[in-house]
């Protein structure tokens, strides 16, 4: 669309969304600033779809590993599950994926400007970014897309704050599967993450209100 032609436009977040509206911006002739103060990729690739669909991938195959067809001549053993080499594995296959995905692909677009830092608004067309590395950098836009995700929600049960407790976020970035662990909540990432600790050998409890 031409009316997208010399536009200046300052993206926030990395993610799905953010990226998308990037990338469409860019193919319409404007020029974009992406603004992200932690890791590029968002969520899905970094914290959420792809970290957990590989633990629970790993969970499966030793959950099979438990069990035989075959009893009488191809016997089941319960596997040795070394966690610190699974995150290993995990990391380096999130890495491999953001790349592909995201930091490859805005390496390779001259109409869009990485900033790493937060982003502040002062007014209607202007924003001040405070740069991870130190400094801040005053970034004049035309129009202005805010696509900073969601994060975990966090209850407020009495003592919560007080307890050493985990989120979707920490508990896949374990070093260690928990002998014993209690997930507050029963939706799909809360079971998603129960049964994928449970088949790595943790004791699981699940409190639901429904």
Do not use: W
């Not at 319409?28 to 669909?53: F, Q, Y």
């Not at 035989?68 to 380096?92: H, W």
């Amino acid at each position: 669309m031409n009316s997208d032609k010399n536009l200046h436009i300052a993206v926030i977040g990395s993610g799905g969304a953010a990226m998308a509206a990037a990338l469409k911006a860019a193919e319409r002739g404007a020029r974009i600033t992406l603004i992200e103060r932690g890791i590029i990729g968002g969520t899905c690739v970094n914290t959420g779809c792809v970290p957990s669909k590989i633990m629970s991938r790993a969970a499966h195959i030793a959950h099979l590993r438990t069990e035989s067809p075959f009893d009488g001549g191809v016997s089941a053993q319960i596997p040795k599950v070394d966690r610190a080499n699974l995150l290993q594995q995990q990391q380096t296959r999130v890495e491999e994926l953001r790349d592909a995905k995201y930091e490859g692909i805005l390496r390779d677009q001259t109409a869009i400007t990485v900033l790493n830092g937060e982003a502040r608004f002062v007014d209607a067309n202007n924003l001040v970014v405070q740069l991870n590395e130190g400094g801040e950098q005053n970034v004049h836009f035309d129009r202005a897309f805010i696509g900073t995700g969601a994060r975990p929600a966090e209850p407020s049960i009495p003592g919560l704050a007080e307890t050493p407790y985990l989120t979707s976020t920490s508990a896949l970035a374990l070093i260690t599967v928990p002998e014993r662990l209690i997930v507050i909540g029963a939706g799909f990432v809360a079971l998603e993450l129960a049964q994928a600790f449970a088949r790595l050998d943790s004791k699981v409890t699940v409190l639901a209100r429904s």
